[in-house]
């Protein structure tokens, strides 16, 4: 297996051991679940610490997540196209919150080493990042149907992001996870019920007399 391919099958397994086990799983139980010898988890990553940092870095990277919204199918229509990049987005940022969860408070991963909009020491800057590739590719979609929003593409950027940010961020103490298409049904439609119509004039007025024409005394009495 070429060197790249094996690092990432150590990342994969070290992934995977981490969110089911925290920060206590062991490099010897990586080098099983990757099929290899502890040795040559070595021969990637100095420490395991190195090892849970690539594992960070990993999950950071949008590259991937950016790849799939760009290859939306151009035939889909707005609520199609909305339901699909929440569907990925809520994929990606379950990834990326199930391994932040995972890690011990006391334990500061290594920085993601990608450009980002804060100083190197932001511990933020690796979502930072994330949230502004991901913002591209959205905007890049939405273009698409600037015809059909009420809002500015970057405003409707925003609204999508933070909805997959808050239903995911949330999770371990919300009682309720929404679905890609419940949530464009609420994004697109709102949450409050179609006001009904006000009744209009009746096109069939009644042909029945008044009360008043019946009140007056009849010519022939």
């Keep these: 297996m070429p060197p790249g391919q094996r690092r990432a099958s150590i990342v994969e397994a070290a ?45 950071f990277d949008p590259g991937p997540l950016c790849r799939e919204i760009d290859a939306t199918p151009g035939d889909l229509d707005l609520p199609q196209a909305v339901q699909h990049a929440l569907s990925l987005m809520q994929g990606h940022f379950e990834s990326i919150s199930a391994v932040m969860t995972s890690l011990h408070p006391r334990h500061r991963p290594p920085v993601p080493h990608r450009p980002h909009h804060g100083p190197p020491d932001d511990p933020h800057h690796g979502i930072l990042a994330w949230h502004a590739a991901v913002t591209g590719s959205l905007t890049g979609l939405l273009n698409r149907y600037t015809d059909r929003l009420r809002l500015p593409v970057d405003q409707a950027c925003i609204l999508l992001m933070s909805v997959v940010l808050v239903d995911r961020g949330l999770a371990p103490i919300a009682g309720h996870r929404f679905s890609a298409t419940e949530l464009t049904d609420i994004l697109l439609n ?19 007399p008044s009360s008043s024409v019946l009140s007056q005394e009849s010519p022939c009495s």
């Design 15 to 59: 992934h995977a051991l981490l969110v089911r086990r925290g920060i206590t799983f062991t490099t010897r139980e990586v080098a099983e679940a990757a099929g290899i010898a502890e040795g040559t988890v070595f021969r990637h990553f100095d420490t395991k610490d190195d090892l849970i940092g690539a594992v960070v870095d990993d999950v």
């Design 190 to 208: 709102g949450i409050a019920v179609a006001p009904e119509a006000p009744p209009g004039p009746d096109p069939y007025p009644s042909q029945t």
